[in-house]
């Protein structure tokens, strides 16, 4: 059943028949793990096609089944363990997951994102801030995390543990591509569309400063309105 986890057996076959190494040679649009973790399968499925589709859905098969335990766990932390597995299987069984979880990688980052909000529930920051990293690594999307994790840990040297062990995991482990070329993250994200000219790369960055900007003040509001009533200031009469 050849389905759309075809362009990534496409991508890997076009790396391989030209010997170009991924990051360095060509920009894949995804951080190294979210991209790197498929292609032991296509080395090993020998140019068969089948085996490769069916190798990549075991693989996030058994990935989502761990992110539906982790979520059940974390559940299971606040609510009884019928009402925590209920909700745990219907996250496995929503249609967008099902569907999805054929061809896409967004669960190599949500299995460590999940296990990182676990261990936010834990109070265990340094194993919070590694799987974080871990997260990151899959797909950009699971660094915001950070900003909740930062919020349920109260304690100063909680947090920098936090901060540190997430920062570290994701310098380590881009490490040997950031030597190679240390712009490997400059344009990893929507890598096709990107021209190499400096003004395009001046317009690229002022829109993602644009995008930061907005997002921070969205996120202000946010923290601002969870605030109880009595730490807000009050209007004089």
Partial sequence: ???????????????????ALPYIDVREGYP???FLIYMPIYYLSHGDQTLFFYGFRILNGALLIATTFSLYLTLKSTLCDKKSL??????SSMPSVIIANAYSNDVVALLPAALGILMITRKKPLSCGVLLGLAALGKGFPALLLIPALIAFKKPTARFKVLCSMFFTLVFASLPFLLVNPFTYNIHLHASRFQRTLGNHMGFHRRVLQSWRSTASLLRQVLLSLQPPESLPRKSL
């Fill in 1 to 19: 059943p050849i389905g759309l986890e075809n362009e990534w057996y496409s991508f890997y076959a076009y790396l391989d028949r030209h010997g």
């Fill in 86 to 91: 209920k909700l745990a299987m219907y996250y």
């Fill in 32 to 34: 190294p793990l979210g």
